[in-house]
């Protein structure tokens, strides 16, 4: 079963990922996942996208192409994947297409507010990295952690005005590929404002 999942930074898509890829035993492959691991295994993509990130540029699609190409390759994504964060543009989604065959493209959708209110909402201790939702997953006491007693702080690319520029990029990028895949019949819309366990129940009635 061979997945791409589309959605909004705090759509839920990296939550409803991992329930994926311990029920259906397929790896998620998220693109930020594997520039990590080319660069941390030194491959040769790996070594091009490091000086790539340093010098503040974007990473050109054939280079991404070329890693996704690559993870496709191996032996657990042969029973299928869950791909997030590819294909980012009409360029990569044409590319996969002569890759892969993708069974289902899901959508996640989510309100402006809902995603507003997900992503301003968290916190985060600095130290451990630990991090608390003031809605759905506050500290025992109001801002400081659990366990070391610190601060917590909120991040700067949660602040709204990051978020809201964040969603603008994404709407721009993403758009097409949604037009992309609809006109193809592979678009599946799904409601991501209920709780993880709801969405991914839904989501289980979709790919049965």
Do not use: W
């Amino acid at each position: 079963m061979n997945l791409i999942f589309l959605g909004p930074p705090g759509a839920g898509k990296g939550t409803i990922a991992a329930m994926v890829k311990e029920a259906y035993q397929i790896p998620h492959i998220s693109t930020g996942d594997l520039f990590r691991a080319n660069i941390k295994n030194e491959t040769e993509l790996g070594k091009r996208v490091k000086a790539i990130l340093a010098s503040g540029d974007l990473v050109p699609d054939e280079v991404t192409i070329k890693m996704v190409d690559n993870r496709l390759g191996e032996d657990d994504a042969k029973n299928g994947y869950i791909l997030d964060g590819f294909p980012r543009t009409i360029a990569q989604a044409d590319a996969l297409k002569e890759m892969s065959k993708v069974d289902y493209v899901i959508n996640f959708v989510l309100e402006r507010e809902d995603i507003l209110k997900r992503l301003s909402g968290r916190r985060v201790c600095k130290s451990t990295g630990r991090t608390y939702h003031i809605l759905y997953n506050p500290p025992k006491v109001e801002g400081i952690d659990d366990e070391t007693g610190e601060p917590l702080i909120q991040r700067d690319d949660d602040k709204e005005e990051a978020i809201l520029n964040r969603l603008e990029v994404y709407d721009k990028s993403t758009a097409p590929l949604i037009d992309y895949y609809k006109e193809r019949g592979l678009l599946i819309d799904l409601d991501a404002s209920k709780s993880p366990e709801e969405v991914f129940a839904e989501l289980k009635n979709i790919l049965k």
